[in-house]
């Protein structure tokens, strides 16, 4: 069976992946997930230094590139310049708390968040439709939560959601799959100041269901599984990975 198969050893063998927002936390952990599952890995990330450290981090095996998520011609030469793409990972993401209130903060955090998706999965689909393939976009609990310390954040995750099942729609037709994952909390850079607090890292931890915080590699799995064939009928979800958090 098919579906079966899909678990197999090299699943993504001959495959082409680009992750956006590759070269740390969550995106670093996927972009290393596909590789091992036999991918040809294109890892994006906004300056040198953190590719430098990514390179320093991973080893060989993946080609970080630098991009400016919000520049429109740098999005359109990158795909020009790949030869064929099997699934796109929608994740970049920044979050400024407290800083979000502010317009020219909030309108940059919205552009890098949501507008970037839209963008990358627009200049994607061509060659997308070429290879039915996937696009797994990166939500946040806070799609379903609030965070008023960072309502760009918020709203720009809660957006992830819509559009996700617009372009599920718009791009279904040509067999290509869009779908997101949810993290919840999950130990990185970006949440190093909840979890190294013990008070902060214990509440956390007590309103899950699993009465733990994740790591990036908990979302590893989901992630691959939305862009394999196991998944070939899921299009336009949005599948939580909070050990239970939202729901508590």
């Given amino acids: 069976m098919k579906e079966v198969e899909a678990f197999r050893a090299g699943l993504f063998s001959g495959k082409t992946v680009l992750v956006s927002g590759g070269t740390s936390g969550i995106g670093l952990s996927l972009a290393k997930g596909y590789a091992e599952a036999g991918a040809s890995v294109v890892a994006t990330g906004s300056s040198?230094?953190?590719i430098g450290a990514a390179k320093a981090e991973s080893g060989s095996g993946l080609d970080f590139r630098r991009l400016d998520v919000r520049d429109n011609a740098a999005v359109a030469a990158l795909f020009a310049g790949l030869d064929r793409l099997d699934v796109l990972v929608n994740c970049q993401g920044v979050a400024r708390p407290d800083?979000?209130?502010?317009?020219?903060?909030?309108?940059?955090?919205?552009?890098?968040?949501?507008?970037?998706?839209?963008?990358?999965?627009?200049?994607?689909?061509?060659?997308?439709?070429?290879?039915?393939?996937?696009?797994?976009?990166?939500?946040?609990?806070?799609?379903?939560?609030?965070?008023?310390?960072?309502?760009?954040y918020?709203?720009?995750?809660?957006?992830?959601?819509?559009?996700?099942?617009?372009?599920?729609?718009?791009?279904?037709?040509?067999?290509v799959r869009v779908n997101a994952v949810a993290p919840g909390y999950h130990?990185?850079?970006?949440?190093k100041p909840l979890w190294s607090e013990p008070e902060?890292?214990?509440?956390?931890?007590?309103?899950?269901?699993?009465?733990?915080?994740?790591?990036?590699?908990?979302?590893?799995g989901p992630v691959l599984f939305l862009s394999s064939p196991a998944a070939e009928f899921v299009t336009g979800i949005t599948l939580p990975v909070d050990g239970g958090y939202h729901v508590g």
């Fill in 48 to 50: 040198e230094k953190r």
């Fill in 99 to 152: 800083a979000e209130w502010h317009e020219e903060t909030f309108m940059d955090v919205m552009d890098i968040n949501l507008s970037s998706a839209m963008r990358l999965s627009r200049e994607a689909f061509p060659l997308l439709k070429e290879t039915r393939g996937s696009i797994v976009n990166i939500a946040s609990m806070l799609s379903y939560l609030a965070d008023e310390t960072v309502p760009a």
């Fill in 154 to 175: 918020t709203a720009s995750k809660t957006g992830i959601l819509g559009l996700t099942r617009a372009l599920a729609h718009k791009y279904g037709r040509a067999g």
């Fill in 187 to 191: 130990r990185t850079d970006m949440t």
């Fill in 200 to 220: 902060s890292e214990r509440k956390i931890s007590d309103r899950s269901a699993l009465k733990r915080w994740g790591t990036t590699g908990d979302l590893v």
